[in-house]
């Protein structure tokens, strides 16, 4: 067992969690309630999805790294894949963040915080663990 990947994995899991519990909540149940063109509106509930798909595939996948589920020749460059991923949504929403004109957007947009922990552990995983 990978420690460092078992670790990304359960933060990936509370990520997502918090995505369908907090993000429905806060994002996707008042913006599917405003008053905006309904094309727009129903391209945002897909991403939404798209995002939760993601999210679940990836927290499997690292889980199943983590277990030794994945065969050793993919499983690294499986992990390495979703690292990329999640530091690359870390340095988005850090940038979105900033530029934003969000009074401590970086605090309301946080996120990152949890994007940028996977990433590293994942990383980690695969190069240390």
């Known amino acids: 067992m990978n420690l460092f990947i078992l670790i990304a994995g359960i933060l990936a899991a ?11 909540k806060q994002f996707l149940a008042p913006m599917l309630n405003a008053e905006f063109d309904p094309v727009p509106k129903k391209v945002m509930h897909c991403l939404f999805h798209y995002v939760s798909v993601y999210l679940i595939l990836s927290t499997l ?3 199943g790294a ?3 589920h994945i065969p050793v020749e993919g499983s690294g460059l499986l992990v390495k894949f979703i690292a990329i991923n999640y530091a690359a949504f870390a340095v988005w929403q850090i ?6 004109g969000i009074e401590k ?10 994007f940028v922990a996977i990433a590293i552990l994942a990383w980690l995983g695969v190069s240390v663990g």
């Open 66 to 68: 983590a277990f030794g």
């Open 105 to 114: 957007g970086i605090f309301k947009l946080f996120q990152w915080v949890f």
């Open 14 to 24: 509370a990520t997502t969690a918090g995505h369908f519990a907090v993000g429905s």
């Open 61 to 63: 996948a690292l889980l």
């Open 95 to 100: 940038a979105l963040a900033v530029t934003s």
